[in-house]
């Protein structure tokens, strides 16, 4: 099953990237296109976030755009301006993977469908159809984002251009770098990104009306808002450019800026689709009188896949660092605790929270109220049964809940992300916590503990639900435990 699995994605992947490059050619371009979609498919379209794909997660993207009088204004030879009269339709194609926690890796091919141009006198565009343009990209996130993520990224352009008088003979490859913030805010995500992009320019080309192109300044400005109950997310986007040198006869001294509109549909939890469209906001260089896009992204978790296996040796997501505290519990507390809610037990009482269950050693000191997070229990979709592969980990749940102290009572919450509608995520997520309830109490390990199995649907989210990783974080299974002897006051501790 996992073979058949992870092929059908290659599979999926590979016919996206040989489709493109069985229709098209190589050509002369350059690298100032402005529409540049993120190859993460996280947050927004072509402005960077601070988040970062989790490890193990890929995401392959297509979006196409088409513009309108794109190509650069020229100057004929008494220094009139010439507007450009053209369109052109761009296929971007991109690719990127979580290598580490905080850090992933992008790929971008960029591919021009069509041009036409209709001008009087000579001008800057495009030699033909094909691929003009291969980027690559790192990010590497500082500051988680808790309101407030801080990030960096790098990118690489790579022309592939023949005789290009923007860039110059031999020329090398672009270097951009940016800083990246971003804040958080309810449904509201405001990010900012300021950069400087340097080129490796090449020799003149003799006879070219052009010069070769000098570094840039580049800024942009996003806004966002999800829409829960319409698995939309609204989009805002302002970027722009100023070249640091003045190039004869074209308008290189303006500032390029553009704004772009659009709604992201989240169809799945690993797919979702792009439209929308732009303006200029400033005539420089490469913006259109205005722009249409239309864009999908789709995205697997490569590291765990899902698969028939019966006894796994580890929890199959990686552990993450937990920072907790606990002030302790007086034994008099032990009687009232027992009749106080669950809810207000996590409101009320700074608790341990445990994002695993132990392989083997349950002798240590326990306190009086846990949360046990399963983090990566997948069920499939639509359906509350639990996968086999899931069975030494339930039965090593069981056997850590009936070890010492004695427990009192439990309760199996089962939360889902926000995709469909509220009342269908309860009723998934109750016959989820039904289903882990039964399981544990039929090891006959804690058959005489009281337990509650709760399904609290979307309600309760511990990350994004606007980007497929976080709706996969928030499909979780949480288990609180109530024990009858307090155990020591605990200082600040770190687990892994």
């Known amino acids: 099953m996992k073979n058949s699995y992870l092929k059908m994605k290659i599979k999926l992947t590979l016919a996206l990237l040989f489709l493109q490059i069985s229709v098209f050619a190589n050509f002369v371009g350059n690298d100032t296109q402005n529409f540049n979609p993120i190859p993460s498919g996280l947050d927004f379209v072509t402005v960077h976030s601070s988040e970062t794909l989790l490890q193990g997660f890929f995401n392959s993207g297509i979006f196409i755009n088409y513009g309108k009088n794109s190509l650069p204004n020229t100057q004929d030879e008494y220094g009139k301006t010439v507007s450009s009269k053209d369109s052109t339709t761009f296929t971007d194609l991109s690719f990127a993977y979580g290598i580490i926690e905080d850090l992933d890796f992008g790929l971008s091919l960029s591919y021009l469908n069509t041009q036409e141009t209709n001008r009087d006198v000579p ?3 495009f030699a033909g159809t094909g691929l003009n343009e291969i980027r690559l990209l790192g990010k590497y996130r500082w500051q988680k984002r808790d309101p407030t993520g801080i990030a960096l990224v790098t990118s690489m352009n790579f022309n592939q251009s023949l005789n290009n008088p923007f860039a110059g003979t031999d020329s090398g490859p672009t270097l951009n770098i940016e800083g990246i913030v971003d804040h958080k ?17 090449g020799k003149p080309i003799s006879g070219a009306l052009f010069q070769t192109l000098p570094n840039q300044v ?3 400005l996003a806004a966002s808002y999800y829409l829960n109950s319409a698995d939309l997310k609204l989009i805002a986007e302002l970027f722009a450019a100023k070249s640091t040198e003045t190039v004869p006869f074209i308008d290189s001294e303006k500032i390029s800026s553009e704004f772009l509109f659009g709604v992201k549909y989240d169809a799945h939890t690993y797919a979702s689709f792009h439209f929308g469209a732009g303006t200029q906001v400033s005539d ?7 722009r249409i896009y239309t864009g999908l992204n789709m995205s697997f978790d490569i590291l765990h896949i899902p698969t028939s296996r019966s006894s796994p040796s580890k929890d199959s997501r990686p552990i993450q660092k937990t920072t907790y505290t606990y002030q302790g519990y007086q034994p008099r507390d032990i009687v009232a605790l027992k009749e106080i809610p669950f809810d207000t037990l996590a409101k009320n009482h700074e608790f341990y929270l445990g994002t695993t269950v132990p392989e083997t050693d349950f002798s240590g000191i326990k306190p009086p109220f846990e949360i046990i997070r399963l983090d990566n229990f997948d069920f499939d979709f639509g359906s509350s049964k639990i996968r086999p592969e899931y069975y030494p980990l339930l039965n090593r749940l069981a056997a850590y809940i009936g070890s010492n102290p004695p427990v009192i009572k439990i309760r199996v919450e089962g939360h889902t992300d926000s995709l469909g509608s509220e009342e269908r995520n309860r009723k998934r997520s109750q016959s989820r916590a039904d289903a882990v309830t039964d399981f544990i109490k039929n090891t006959g390990l804690i058959s005489h503990v009281v337990t509650e199995p709760v399904g609290m649907g979307a309600s309760r989210p511990i990350a994004d639900n606007s980007n497929f990783q976080g709706r996969q974080q928030n499909r979780r299974v949480e288990i609180r435990i109530l024990r009858q002897i307090p155990a020591p006051p605990f200082e600040k501790i770190e687990t892994e």
């Open 218 to 220: 580049i800024t942009s």
């Open 123 to 125: 001008g800057a565009q």
């Open 185 to 201: 805010l309810g449904n509201f995500l405001l990010a900012g990104n300021l950069g400087y992009r340097m080129r490796s320019q």
């Open 284 to 290: 420089g260089l490469f913006t259109p009188d205005w």
